[in-house]
């Protein structure tokens, strides 16, 4: 079969002028968020510590409301088809605890600083009205009447002490409305909560510069959104509009300091869809994308493969919707091929964000997807397993995480393309071993509460299935299936629908007897990447 490149950009007009640093009417003042290798809150509880001259009524009225913005967060009552919009950064549930009340009679303070919100906590810890610091914890102190935050004038925050200690503060005198502010700091902290440590920033706007400002700014979930309000009927309750990465992400300008821009969320909600082809030619697979592509559907998972005895180059493929996302491709290029590419997409404000290759001819071939971004990130190609081994122990310990890894054996032993970002997650890896030896270090950390980042296997020379595996640290759940033929897939993929299971990981490999054969992960719903 003859070697392909093909390469396609899709960028809408409004994008295209962006990069001449013109804004153009389409485009929106918002900016998208991106992942900066930080913890993010899975399944946590909510903590109230009620501070003060709290009356009964009102603290009523605001357990009530926590517990309906927990169950929004949760996914209770969510329309059919739907998860709440937070859940693409990874935040699944909430819940909340019996509330504790503190000094009723304390004298109301105009500059509570955050030492002393520091110590009111600890305090409350020692007597054991609230527990102690935990990674699902996140503990709310509600000041009272009269109470204000040194430095601001009717504000809020949330704070952490380490990257397993979240609080935040909310004086009943804040200038929005109560319930509001409260849900923006549960929000933002649940997908940003080790803020105090910019090492540790979880998802956030990429940075700029504040129109007449020198500083340079970082916003987070709810922040750009302005003041504008949903209200869920399903619920009963408002929570503030906030960035969704599913609506839309948009080019920036780096010379400018633009990061990509974004788009509000209006309903609290975004789709549960997703598409799928597998085992399609390249012009099979072509002919749909552009289909898709007018319809607002973008790539999440792309792969190839090379079956036997001239049986040319397939395709599986997994769309999600995501309104006018930009989005560049290549397809079947040279290492040097893509690396100009990779070069003069960089500056231009695009980061990977699907890697894949295939062998043909005992040739490295690259098939890649870049978004807009500006984060961070090294790389390291065709490299063997012990100079891939040698670079990821390096790079750990300088700050970077493996975000992005594939295997294949051009020529009789295994080699590693991979991309690494910056971030202070933990991880346990696997490399180059067996089904049974994967299997049995899995068994192992699912009760000490590490799950699945990246998966993948190949086919060794002598005809064995090899794993790779990477785990992070999470408390969610998780279906694998491993070697299935199409057919097994397609009836656990289907089974697994119905309950708001989707795919998480995809990857297929061929047999020693020709056969397509799948590795699939599902997580319930749909996870942005690249958390």
Known sequence: MPRFRRTSTLVLTCLVLLIAAVLPACAQPYYALEYYGGPVLEHFTIYPLYYGDWSTADIVAQ???LKALAAYISGDKAPAGTQPMIRQYGVMSASVAVHATADPTAKPNTS????????????????????????????????????????????????????SAFWLVVPHDTGAPYQLSTAHEVMEAATDPEVDNQAAWGWLSGGYYPKGSSQLAYD?????????????????????EGMDNSGGVFLGDPAQAQPPGGTCNTTGYTSLNEIQ??????????AKYDKLWTQGWRLY????????????????????????????????????????????????????????SFVEGGSVYYNAVWRPGDVSETQSYEASASEFDTRNVTLGGEGWRLRM????????????????????????????????????????????????YLLQSYLAPDGTEHF????????????????????????????????????????????????????????????????
Request: net charge negative; proline share 4%; with cysteine.
């Open 405 to 452: 890894l594939q295997a294949y054996i051009p020529s009789g032993s295994v080699e590693y393309n991979a991309v690494w970002r910056q971030g202070v997650t933990s991880d346990k890896y696997i490399f180059g071993v067996t089904y049974s030896g994967y299997r049995s270090l899995y068994n192992t950390l699912w009760p000490e509460d590490w799950r699945l």
């Open 63 to 65: 357990q009530t409301y």
């Open 112 to 163: 509570e600083t955050y030492d002393q919100l520091v110590s009111i906590i600890k305090a409350n810890q020692k007597n054991g009205k609230l527990p102690p610091f935990s990674s699902t914890t996140l503990i709310a102190v509600f000041l009272a009447h009269g109470f204000q935050l040194s430095g601001c004038d009717g504000c809020a925050y949330h704070a952490s002490l380490s990257g």
């Open 301 to 356: 998972i792309l792969q190839s493969y090379e079956l036997p005895n001239g049986g040319g180059l397939r395709y599986n493929a997994v769309w999600r919707p995501a309104g006018n996302t930009a989005e560049t491709q290549l397809y079947g290029a040279t290492y040097t091929e893509f690396k100009a590419q990779y070069d003069k997409l960089w500056p231009l404000g695009w980061r990977i964000y699907i890697l894949d």
């Open 220 to 240: 987070e979930l709810i922040d750009e959104c302005g003041n504008n309000t949903i209200t869920l009927t399903n619920l009963g309750i408002q929570i503030p």
């Open 468 to 531: 790779d595996a990477m785990f992070h640290r999470g408390n969610h759940g998780e279906i694998q299936i491993y070697g299935a033929t199409y057919s097994q897939y397609v009836a656990e993929y289907d089974k697994l629908w119905p309950d708001g299971w989707r795919l998480y990981i995809l990857q297929s490999f061929v047999g020693e007897n020709g056969a397509v054969y799948y590795n699939a992960v599902w997580r319930q719903s749909t996870i942005d990447r690249p958390l």
């Open 277 to 286: 082809v597998y085992g399609w030619t390249y012009s099979e697979y072509r």
